[in-house]
């Protein structure tokens, strides 16, 4: 349960900071805790964040970003236009751009697990944490 929580945080972070270094990104913020799967079965570690970057063809950024995560040793698995969507581990990942604050949401989730006892106690006492290092 700790390894999947420490390598959605990383997968977040290394991400970020490859979309940040790629388009000038700064103001990094992001977070994540234990939710509930769709359909109700199992939990998953899930968080958002957002960066904001200069203002710039967003297409080209979009690009710039996809590249920075793929050569970051993320597995482009893109199905939505306008959307970078990637994977490592077992994490999925997406970026894309919101015009009306200029910023780049992303949002970030491990697969679904199912825990008991006391690891069950931990998932469901879960609160939002916020993810360190996120300074490009």
């Not at 751009?97 to 006892?117: L, M, Q």
């Amino acid at each position: 349960m700790q390894a999947t929580e420490q390598a959605v945080i990383d997968a977040a972070r290394d991400a970020m900071l490859a979309a940040a270094k790629a388009v000038g990104g700064s103001q990094l913020k992001a977070g994540v805790r234990w939710s509930g799967c769709p359909g109700g079965v199992g939990n998953q570690y899930m968080g958002g964040g957002v960066m904001k970057a200069p203002k710039g063809d967003t297409s080209l950024q979009l690009e710039a970003i996809r590249s920075a995560v793929v050569k970051a040793g993320f597995t482009d698995v893109t199905q939505v236009e306008g959307k970078v969507s990637v994977e490592r581990d077992d994490i999925n990942l997406t970026m894309g751009y919101r015009i009306f604050d200029h910023s780049w949401p992303i949002s970030f989730r491990s697969k679904c697990y199912r825990y008991f006892k006391a690891e069950h106690q931990r998932v469901k006492a879960s609160v939002y944490k916020d993810i360190e290092g996120l300074i490009p």
